[in-house]
């Protein structure tokens, strides 16, 4: 039985040999319903999907009296029904362009046509995040600048990505597609790569460096994936740090720092100490001497008035090297 006269005729005709291709061609002759004025209602109004998973949306018709309801959909045909209700599905996604093509339609008897467009957001977490110096082997030299390249495989959408690079738990710096480099369609999944610069400090030895992928979809809780922490090296000193002057009965502290761990010589009249500890009793200059592979630093002390007795504690630890020193005189 004919519903709504010429048209139901004319769409049965189309649909004889449905195909995306014949409807479009119908349906753009016909005339054209505004938004505003649409009876369409989509639940949900968009979907957020993980690419390979299934999706669905129902398209509801508001009009008072049932309508001729159809979804465009360029990977399969799809038949049209008279009634108020009509779900699209697919059990898995597996194409990266399917918004905005497809789109819930409505046809009645006057030969009006309207349409509500599906927006879809299709993501894919990354396959891996990665974090490697750009050239070396990883050791660093305080002073020297060094690029550390972050690479996250098989990602999409890259327009809602966003790198982010930390120094521990702090913050360096976010980047986003207009910045990093994409490898790929960026309207599929794609493999990017970002790269940060650092001027290499003791103070980042030992410290842990980290770069994140963010997906921001929109969702309650973004999607996030972190490297593999980056443990730094850093070459630094030696340095030696001493009182210029002593006098008998003071006690002073000299510290000696670097890494790798400097070696600590002690020299008095360019004769070197090997028992620190039972021969500074003698006034003069005495020289510390910190060595390493990055080189030598030295400090000499003045030391004024006769001494009888004296020490030398060397406490090692951590690339550090404190040298304790307590001279002890007796009255003149």
């Not at 968009?46 to 159809?70: H, K, M, N, Q, W």
């Not at 650092?198 to 410290?207: C, E, L, M, P």
């Not at 994140?212 to 443990?231: R, V, Y």
Request: with cysteine; net charge negative.
């Amino acid at each position: 039985m004919c519903l709504f006269g010429f048209v139901d005729q004319v769409l049965s005709c189309v649909m004889c040999s449905f195909g995306f291709l014949s409807l479009s061609l119908y349906l753009s002759s016909l005339s054209l319903v505004t938004a505003d004025t649409c009876s369409l209602v989509l639940k949900p109004s968009s979907l957020t999907v993980r690419y390979g998973d299934p999706a669905s949306a129902t398209c509801f018709s508001l009009a008072s009296s049932p309508e001729i309801l159809g979804w465009t959909d360029p990977q399969q045909d799809r038949p049209a029904i008279v009634g108020r209700s009509l779900t699209w599905s697919v059990d898995t996604v597996t194409s990266w362009d399917l918004s905005p093509s497809i789109q819930c339609f409505t046809l009645s008897d006057l030969g009006e046509y309207c349409a509500v467009s599906l927006s879809i957001i299709i993501y894919k977490p990354p396959d891996s995040v990665s974090l490697r110096f750009v050239s070396g082997s990883g050791l660093m030299v305080e002073g020297n600048q060094y690029q550390l390249e972050c690479e996250i495989q098989s990602v999409a959408p890259v327009q809602n990505l966003t790198v982010k690079w930390f120094r521990g738990k702090t913050l360096l710096n976010e980047s986003n597609v207009s910045e990093f480099s994409v490898t790929g369609n960026i309207h599929e999944n794609v493999t990017v790569t970002d790269r940060y610069t650092i001027t290499a400090s003791r103070d980042d030895h030992g410290v842990q460096y980290k770069c994140e992928a963010e997906l921001k979809l929109g969702l309650p809780e973004s999607l996030k994936q972190q490297s593999e922490p980056l443990n730094m090296t850093v070459l630094y000193g030696p340095e030696v740090t001493c009182p210029n002057r002593i006098r008998v009965r003071d006690s002073f502290n000299c510290t000696v720092v670097g890494y790798p761990i400097p070696v600590v010589s002690w020299f008095n009249a360019h004769q070197r100490m090997e028992n620190p500890g039972s021969l500074l009793t003698d006034v003069g200059n005495y020289t510390v001497r910190a060595q390493s592979i990055l080189g030598n630093s030295t400090h000499v002390i003045e030391v004024v008035d006769f001494s009888d007795s004296g020490s030398v504690h060397l406490t090692c630890g951590c690339g550090v090297v404190v040298l304790l020193v307590s001279l002890l005189t007796h009255s003149l």
